[in-house]
């Protein structure tokens, strides 16, 4: 199993960046995505449940960020507009075998796989 993460960059502040996120391998129940800050935690920002499409947000990216997914491509986005400095981060997306809610969902220890991560910049 393989996740490959691209699509990071340099932006500026109020920008938008579309990541994405192909799974190889076979197909999970759900994927998220993730950020890790230099010194911080890595905090969850995002997922989506394959089947159905259910999506699940994060407080602070809320009607800004969209996760997406395209069957055909194995493949699941996270676009995201209105960017903001303290976003800056690398992102990094992964999956886990079965939909899981509340707080589970963002708890890096319930996900069996993690990509390599994708560097987002944005400056002021």
């Known amino acids: 199993v393989q996740l490959q993460a691209s699509g990071g960059g340099l932006v500026q502040t109020g920008g938008s960046l579309r990541l994405s996120c192909a799974a190889s391998g076979r197909t999970f129940a759900m994927y998220s995505w993730f950020r890790q800050a230099p010194g911080q935690e890595r905090e969850f920002v995002a997922a989506?449940?394959?089947?159905?499409?259910?999506?699940v947000y994060a407080d602070s990216v809320k009607g800004r960020f969209t996760i997406s997914k395209d069957n055909a491509k194995n493949t699941v986005y996270l676009q995201m507009n209105s960017l903001k400095p303290e976003e800056t981060a690398v992102y990094h997306c992964?999956?886990?075998?079965?939909?899981?809610?509340?707080?589970?969902?963002?708890?890096?220890?319930?996900?069996?796989?993690w990509g390599q991560g994708t560097l987002v910049t944005v400056s002021s």
């Open positions: 989506i449940r394959w089947n159905g499409g259910s999506t």
């Open positions: 992964a999956t886990r075998y079965a939909w899981i809610t509340g707080g589970g969902i963002s708890d890096t220890r319930q996900y069996s796989y």
